[in-house]
Structure formats: C-alpha cells, structure tokens
C-alpha cells in the first residue's frame, strides 16, 4: 500500500505552478497486538503523476524533462 505524506507548492522554470507529492510505500501486518504498520521507500511525483526527484533544500527536478521546480 502506498501513502501520501505531503504536498509541496512550487513554481517551475517557466513560472508554472506545480504540486509535488510524497509518497510512502506501508506494509501492514496483523499481530497479536493488533494491526501494525511498516513504513518503507519514499517517492516523489508531480499531482499529474510524473516522477521528481529531490536536489534538497525545496528543490526537484523533473525525471523526464530536467526542468528544475524550486517550492513557492
């Protein structure tokens, strides 16, 4: 199961308005204390679903294109 974990503003090289989201990968196990869950990777994509990665400091870039966003 996968999981958003928040939602970023940011404004592209063009000056576009852009939502960039993470997400975390949650396995969820039943035990004898009752259900347990166990977060794992992380990723990041565009609301339209492209994939970003992180440069650090409120910065990403676009995987497909290169375009640098930097948050709003």
Known sequence: M???ISRRR???DDGT???VIEYQH???RRTESGERS???ARRSA???G???RSLGDGVWEVV???EVLRRA
């Open 26 to 28: 949650v396995e969820r």
């Open 46 to 48: 565009l609301a339209s």
């Open 50 to 52: 492209e994939p970003v």
């Open 10 to 12: 940011c404004i592209g």
């Open 17 to 19: 308005p852009l939502v």
């Open 38 to 40: 166990y977060p794992g």
């Open 64 to 66: 497909a294109t290169g």
């Open 2 to 4: 996968e999981r958003e």
